[in-house]
């Protein structure tokens, strides 16, 4: 198993651009995260899904961030419109039973 | 509210020093509580959960709900211990969702 897999790697754009993040649990996982790190506040938990369904969406800063979870093998983070103050690392974690989570490498956001 | 608190964002020992992360917790239940470890260039992973009570690479972190610490101890610091290391807490009522500390960056000098 390849563990978590989130794609782009780094991804650089202009403010007011659209931006998705993608994420691939592990196979049968059935609790996914996304977080978001920065130097300033370290990790936030921004949303998680249980079976598919978001259970605890406090984190998610405005509306400009939106989450899906269409499948049990993958889900999404949309930020639209992007801004600078949103550049950081964002990432993708899966558990099975609420237990040991599993994370992604990670996307590198930059926004211009 | 912070329900974990790491005192400490920088922390530099040398190599063959003891080491110790501090970790405090707000919570009035029974939590479950972990040390996530990040080193450089690597994803974040699991170090070690109390429940299990085990010593991973040479840590070792002891629940003192007395005094709702968990601090994160090795005798003996290596050079390859440097990385950034996240307390994390499981509260009984909210199962799935861990609570992040800030994080402590350790370094360990040669």
């Known amino acids: 198993d390849a563990g978590v897999i989130q794609s782009p790697r780094h991804e650089v754009t202009e403010m007011g651009q659209e931006v998705t993040l993608r994420c691939k649990p592990i196979s049968g996982h059935d609790y996914l995260f996304w977080y978001r790190q920065t130097m300033m506040r370290g990790l936030e938990l921004l949303i998680y899904f249980n079976n598919n369904v978001p259970i605890d969406d406090s984190g998610m800063p405005e509306d400009r961030f939106s989450a899906k979870m269409p499948n049990a093998s993958f889900s999404t983070l949309k930020i639209q419109p992007s801004e600078p103050r949103d550049s950081a690392v964002y990432f993708c974690?899966?558990?099975?039973?609420?237990?040991?989570?599993?994370f992604g490498p990670g996307t590198r956001l930059t926004v211009l | 509210a912070q329900r974990v608190t790491q005192p400490e964002k920088l922390l530099s020992v040398f190599k063959g020093a003891p080491v110790e992360l501090k970790c405090n917790y707000s919570y009035s239940g029974s939590p479950e509580l972990f040390w996530y470890v990040q080193y450089s260039r690597q994803r974040l992973q699991l170090l070690l959960r109390h429940i299990s009570r085990e010593s991973i690479k040479g840590f070792t972190a002891d629940l003192n709900k007395g005094e709702t610490s968990f601090h994160l101890k090795k005798p003996f610091a290596q050079e390859e211990d440097s990385a950034m290391y996240y307390c994390a807490l499981i509260r009984g009522s909210t199962l799935g969702r861990l609570y992040f500390g800030r994080g402590t960056q350790l370094t360990v000098w040669p």
């Open positions: 974690a899966s558990s099975l039973f609420s237990y040991e989570q599993f």
